[in-house]
């Protein structure tokens, strides 16, 4: 099928959503819940195959995990389904009606934003997941994963499809390209006339190729040069648990702390704790020259470790003299996502709240909260590091927009 | 200068900015606009050796019309800043704050989206107009527009400017490009280190090259192919009535009705008296074959006609034979602008105001009202015709962008 009438069956299918109670919606989620357990033969031979075709071209031990599936895997994936189920609709919801002096009423109400594009890289459980969050809102969705998962992909959208059909569903509110080129990726960002948003979930490079070549508006969600500043006079017990915490919890997460800003005049008392934690968690740490004068084990950090996102166990560390340079040094190198400050100084924690520019900003929490889940969102699609539309975590809202509705009874504009 | 050193002094103003209080901002505008009434003879004289530019060009007459200042004008611009004074600020305030379960105290703030860019065509009022909603909420401004307007630009850009520093405020909130070649448009377009959004104002053709070549974010204010829908049994008089102000009130704008779809039932009483009205105003009909069959004045309409925005004294008119019809006809054509029906049926009124995909959707009302005076907001920078973002005319609040802003006391994450 070429990608013109996919788009036009996602279109019809987004119409047909959009007018789905809420109570249809959640049956198709079961429904399809239901048709991921009964299909897992299927999904795990089609994941074998994919499998053996990575293990033969050579792919990493890395990617492989993350492409593995086993039962459990699957059964996390049918109650990802079912939690979306269980989730609030906002579709629907009038957010303001107001009378206008003329008489005309004005309503803002929330809708599904209606076909939703997602490219993806070689994770199977990307493929349920962005499809129950999106069917949810009542969009239409068009997936486009990895090649290298293509084979366990097409399982799991057959299953779905299947669920879909069971509940008296269109199965097209679902479609994958079964064509993984990168020619048809490129089509895929410039099929403006049937879809709404595109939604690239992976590393930075596909993202920015999304970025790049994308007509359709896009949802960057985003790297995270994650920073931890220590103000003059913090709780340092309190600095090394958050610190540890969010360097270490989990490495390989956009959330992850990747630098330290240290005031200088607790370096003295602070670096040696630091260190001591650090190592016995095999952390390493990039650190600037007087930094570096004072713990031996310090690397000498280069200018292109302030900017990095290691995702690894890699710290970069600054010493600075005072709460300005501090955050000149965090929003220049910062990539918008979660930064903190451990402080007990009021104006410190207001003003670090107040001049941080990005979309989660802490005081003495950790930056790995920044997640949907832990905002109370049940569930995201993903982390947004773009000020348009949705900035942080983003929960079901993030895939709906809104449209104006009007009453009136005859007025014209004089 | 180059690009990137009126970025970088662009992201500067905006870090500024965004901590300058709306007393502050206030002040700016008002001593903005008495600079531009101190400045007009300024002003008319640059704009004067635009327009002789302009002329000695060949440039038609309505484009000189939209390039031409006079003392009045400029009295409209100076009053636009005071009016934008006058408006709340929408920065500042905390949408939602609430305590998580682990005691997280978790906020959204509204803040500045940052350094937005303009870029529009040849009418210098939009250099202020674009300039004072952008400011008072928080942004710093670069403003690219037409090169027919470079002069009359440059004039107004050193006035406002002259005022913000008298009032203690940095020039730089706004800078004006005034190399107004393409290849300096494209690079603005690709400058996401400093800039965070793009809005183009202007024509079709200057908003589909903004969002084919940008990759910063853009929002989409657009064009309007806005439908009114005659149903079965509606109040004829009625429709007549907001028919004749949706399309011939003011031409040239995107909220004007530009295509009629009328129950065929309603066509043998309702056809001669639109015409008769019609041919009044001057309007030309583009029909289908069984409109042309009734009406000979009526012109066969092309398939071109139903996706043709005319901005001129030309309608299209179909007939369809059921709500449904009249809803998948203005769904295929539209540009999701603003649609509207004439009907005394409850339940045709609410499936249209469900169905149709829209920014505003109108029962019994002229479409011309989709206006941000109109809707209450004060003032507009556009209408947005896009999904994500802002949808429907756009006050101050979609030049905002939220962050999350969140107080801990040691948390961690298990």
Redesign the interface.
């Known amino acids: 099928m070429n990608l013109t009438e996919i788009g036009k069956k996602a279109k019809e299918a987004a119409?047909y959503l959009?007018?789905l109670q809420v109570s249809y919606k959640n049956k198709g989620l079961k429904y399809a819940a239901q048709a991921l357990l009964e299909g897992k033969k299927e999904i795990l031979s089609a994941n074998q195959r994919d499998m053996i075709h990575a293990k033969m071209s050579g792919m990493s031990q890395a990617l492989i995990d993350r492409l593995a599936l086993t039962e459990e895997r699957i059964q996390i994936m049918a109650d990802g389904l079912l939690q979306v189920a269980s989730l609030e609709d906002p579709v629907g919801e009038v957010l303001s009606m107001?009378e206008?002096p003329n008489g005309?009423l004005?309503g803002r109400k929330r809708v599904p934003?209606?076909v939703v594009g997602i490219i993806y890289e070689a994770r199977p459980n990307v493929t349920a997941d962005a499809f129950g969050l999106c069917f949810k809102t009542g969009n239409a969705v068009i997936l486009k994963g990895g090649s290298d998962a293509i084979e366990s992909n097409k399982a799991i959208v057959h299953c779905i499809r299947k669920g879909l059909v069971e509940a008296g569903i269109r199965a097209d509110s679902l479609q994958l390209l079964t064509d993984t080129s990168r020619d048809i990726t490129k089509k895929l960002m410039r099929l403006?006339q049937y879809v709404?948003?595109l939604i690239p979930r992976g590393g930075a490079g596909l993202i920015q190729a999304v970025?790049?070549n994308s007509?359709i508006?896009?949802?960057?969600t985003g790297t995270g040069n994650c920073h931890i500043y220590v103000d003059e006079g913090a709780?340092l017990d309190?600095a090394l648990?958050?610190i540890i915490?969010?360097k270490t919890?989990r490495i390989g997460v956009c959330n992850a702390c990747e630098s330290l800003v240290i005031h200088r005049t607790e370096a003295e008392r602070f670096l040696p704790m630091l260190q001591k934690k650090l190592a016995e968690k095999n952390v390493e740490v990039r650190a600037d020259a007087q930094a570096c004068l004072q713990i031996p084990e310090f690397i000498l950090a280069s200018e292109d470790d302030w900017g990095k996102e290691y995702l690894d166990y890699i710290l970069s560390l600054k010493l600075v003299d005072s709460l300005e340079e501090a955050i000149a040094h965090i929003?220049y190198y910062n990539t918008g996502h979660s930064e903190a400050i451990i402080t007990r100084d009021y104006e410190h924690?207001q003003r670090f709240?107040?001049?941080i520019?990005?979309?989660?900003?802490?005081?003495?929490?950790?930056t790995?909260?920044?997640d949907g889940n832990?905002?109370?969102f049940g569930a995201e699609i993903g982390i947004s590091t773009?000020?348009?539309?949705a900035?942080?975590p983003m929960g079901l809202e993030a895939l709906t927009?809104?449209?104006?509705?009007?009453?009136?009874?005859?007025?014209?504009?004089e």
Chains 1, 2 share one sequence.
Not at 217 to 220: A, C, G, L, Q, R
Not at 357 to 366: G, M
Not at 401 to 413: E, L, S, W
């Open positions: 119409s959009s007018q107001k206008r005309l004005i934003l209606g403006n709404d948003v970025v790049e007509t508006p896009v949802i960057e709780d309190m648990k958050i915490n969010a919890q929003n924690a709240l107040n001049e520019d990005a979309a989660a900003v802490y005081v003495n929490a950790s790995r909260f920044t832990e905002f109370g773009q000020k348009l539309h900035r942080g927009t809104t449209k104006y509705i009007i009453y009136g009874n005859g007025q014209i504009r």
